[in-house]
């Protein structure tokens, strides 16, 4: 069974930056893509960022897009987020997740095969 274990998070403030970084446990299975999602009691999970296994493909929620930026590190399937210029509505639990198929469906949770137990982040104005 894959495990997934993100870290990095935390209270900050607006305009403040945050990293969250994501590692899957086993790296010989064949993860091609990942993606970080952010849930609140508000919303349903809503899909931030995702990157292929070799970094060659991204996609980035819309909201996010100059404000986040998604790195990977093949041999270890590792993807770290890096938040910039955080807003309030930016607050949310981050999920990581890893996919087995080749970078299909990024923006749709459902296409994910493992998940973490997510990280807090919580912006305040």
């Known amino acids: 069974q894959v495990q997934v274990v993100e870290s990095g998070g935390g209270l900050v403030q607006a305009g403040d930056s945050v990293r969250l970084s994501c590692v899957a446990s086993e790296r010989m299975i064949s993860v091609y893509a990942m993606g970080w999602f952010r849930q609140t009691p508000q919303k349903e999970r809503e899909f931030v960022a995702a990157i292929s296994r070799s970094g060659g493909l991204t996609d980035f929620t819309d909201s996010m897009k100059g404000r986040v930026t998604i790195s990977s590190e093949d041999d270890k399937i590792t993807v770290d987020l890096q938040m910039d210029n955080l807003k309030p509505e930016d607050t949310g639990r981050y999920s990581c997740?890893?996919?087995?198929?080749?970078?299909?469906?990024?923006?749709?949770?459902?296409?994910?095969?493992?998940w973490g137990q997510g990280t807090q982040v919580t912006v305040s104005s």
């Open positions: 997740a890893a996919q087995r198929a080749y970078y299909t469906g990024v923006r749709n949770p459902h296409s994910y095969d493992f």
